[in-house]
């Protein structure tokens, strides 16, 4: 309290204005603002942005945060909200490019902006999507909109020249070269490469990503799975996941690979039982919620929408219990009970 009376005082002076005269912009009381400076009141949280306002300043300059603060608040609400007012992401952008020119929070600084872009333009894909939709039922036969909700939510695309994942593969593949030592730009790597079926490539990849002393144990095995997929051979890519399995029946991250191995093989029974041993053997706290959303999804594609609520239930409980969040404090818990919502209406 004692520091934003500081704060409004310090700037009140700047700006030349009396008590009286800032009082009077505000729309309020000369001894109000007297009981902020003072520290025997705070001004209310409606008053703080044309206070800012006022003082030619951001919201946080009103409490004077460090530079962490900023990016810890910055980071937060961009957690806790679906989507940012303008001034707000203005603001925010600001400030970050501002940081790219340091030395010290550059790197959180380009992490931050790369979120904020994100956050503002997955804020906009779901309204394009919403309308891309609602164009697409009132003329189905036409292609007007469907590439718009192809890239807002993700869908197939038929054509493989859209559809391919060569840029990604490049990038990947230049990073893996300039950092042979780091594992993860190979998984990311080997990802694609995966996806477009280019096993040859996958497998050499994967032999090189073995030879790290970060290489994730149990990934060497199931990307050695997915590249027989890749191939087109089915047998040999169960038989390498099974032997996995029964290798390690009680390990979490073999589960959970197994999981999603039968899911994305439509194996849904085997998947669902599978999520549940991954999810249950997990020691750590708080856990993550993917086997419960792998669970969620399977459920919803077989027409178990009650299920699939439910299983919103434990997702809820996990972040709510788990990791302490509330709708207040991150986006994560409305999403899952609009999800929730939206099941129970198809139920």
């Not at 961009?78 to 303008?86: I, V």
């Not at 999507?129 to 697409?136: H, P, V």
């Not at 292609?143 to 559809?163: P, Y």
């Not at 994730?216 to 590249?227: G, L």
Request: hydrophobic share 40%; with cysteine; proline share 3%.
């Amino acid at each position: 309290m004692m520091e934003l009376g500081k704060r409004i005082k310090q700037l009140r002076f700047k700006a030349g204005l009396t008590q009286e005269q800032l009082a009077e912009k505000l729309g309020i009381g000369a001894q109000s603002v007297s009981k902020w400076e003072n520290a025997v009141a705070m001004p209310d949280i409606t008053t703080l942005p044309l206070l800012a306002e006022i003082f030619g300043v951001s919201i946080d300059d009103l409490f004077d945060l460090t530079t962490e603060q900023r990016l810890n608040r910055i980071e937060n609400r961009m957690d806790a909200e679906e989507e940012l007012p303008a001034d707000i992401f203005r603001e925010f952008e600001s400030f970050l490019q501002a940081e790219l020119n340091g030395t010290k929070y550059q790197k959180r600084a380009t992490e931050l902006l790369a979120y904020l872009y994100w956050h503002r333009m997955n804020a906009e894909a779901q309204k394009a999507s919403r309308y891309a939709k609602e164009a697409i039922t009132r003329a189905p036969g036409e292609k007007g909109c469907q590439w718009i909700l192809s890239k807002t939510e993700n869908h197939a695309v038929w054509d493989w020249n859209m559809a391919n994942h060569t840029r990604a593969i490049a990038f990947y593949r230049e990073l893996a070269e300039a950092n042979p030592d780091v594992a993860l730009p190979y998984m990311y790597l080997l990802d694609n490469l995966i996806a477009d079926h280019r096993a040859d490539e996958a497998e050499r990849w994967l032999d090189r990503y073995c030879t790290l002393e970060k290489a994730h144990p149990v990934m060497k095995q199931v990307y050695r799975a997915y590249i027989a997929l890749a191939r087109f051979d089915e047998p040999t890519a169960d038989g390498i996941m099974e032997a996995l399995l029964a290798q390690q029946p009680e390990n979490d991250a073999v589960l959970f690979e197994t999981a999603q191995y039968y899911a994305a093989k439509a194996d849904y029974k085997k998947a669902i039982d599978t999520y549940e041993r991954a999810f249950a053997a997990d020691t750590r706290r708080p856990r993550f919620q993917d086997a419960l959303m792998g669970i969620a999804d399977i459920y919803e594609i077989m027409g178990d929408y009650a299920n699939a609520a439910k299983t919103y239930d434990r997702i809820i409980d996990l972040l709510e219990n788990e990791w302490g969040l509330t709708e207040e404090t991150d986006s994560s818990v409305t999403v899952a009970k609009k999800e929730k919502a939206r099941l129970l209406a198809m139920a």
